[in-house]
């Protein structure tokens, strides 16, 4: 089976998704939670949550990054399959948010790994979130296909 045929498979499936909490107020892991529940059922679209890095398209980070914490970011970024997406949720994993002046904060999740999609709000509403992680499908969606081109290039 080459690329594509996997690409078409693949999409007829859910892209999964890993969130890790990098160290926040712990508001938009709740907004993020009611995402999953039946009011807003991110599932709908295809999308499935799952605990294991090897098995996640997407990454979604909230809170800010510290110093202790970059490692882990980055190692559970590494863990994971190409082609992947990076959502930062909040304020906080964009910028450091109210706690960037901190001495232990280095600052958004993008000091530490590519960011794909910024979902703004402190806390981020539940729609800003799923809008969010739709337009991070898109993307991987655009990976796979550069991925496609690039094997038929070699061929």
Request: aromatic fraction near 8%; proline fraction near 6%.
């Amino acid at each position: 089976m080459g690329l594509k045929e996997f690409i078409e498979k693949s999409f007829k499936k859910s892209p999964w998704v890993i969130h890790y909490d990098c160290g926040s107020c712990n508001g938009c892991d709740i907004e993020l939670l009611s995402c999953m529940t039946p009011l807003y059922d991110m599932e709908r679209f295809g999308m499935v949550n799952v605990g294991n890095p090897k098995h996640a398209d997407i990454l979604v980070v909230t809170g800010t990054v510290n110093h202790k914490n970059k490692v882990v970011l980055k190692n559970i970024y590494d863990q994971m399959p190409e082609p992947k997406v990076v959502v930062a949720v909040g304020v906080c994993a964009a910028t450091g948010g109210i706690f960037r002046e901190c001495y232990n904060v280095v600052g958004g999740v993008d000091k530490v790994i590519p960011v794909d999609v910024y979902v703004p709000g402190c806390p981020a509403k539940p729609e800003a979130i799923i809008d969010g992680l739709y337009k991070a499908t898109e993307i991987l969606k655009e990976k796979y296909d550069k991925m496609a081109k690039a094997e038929e290039v070699l061929k």
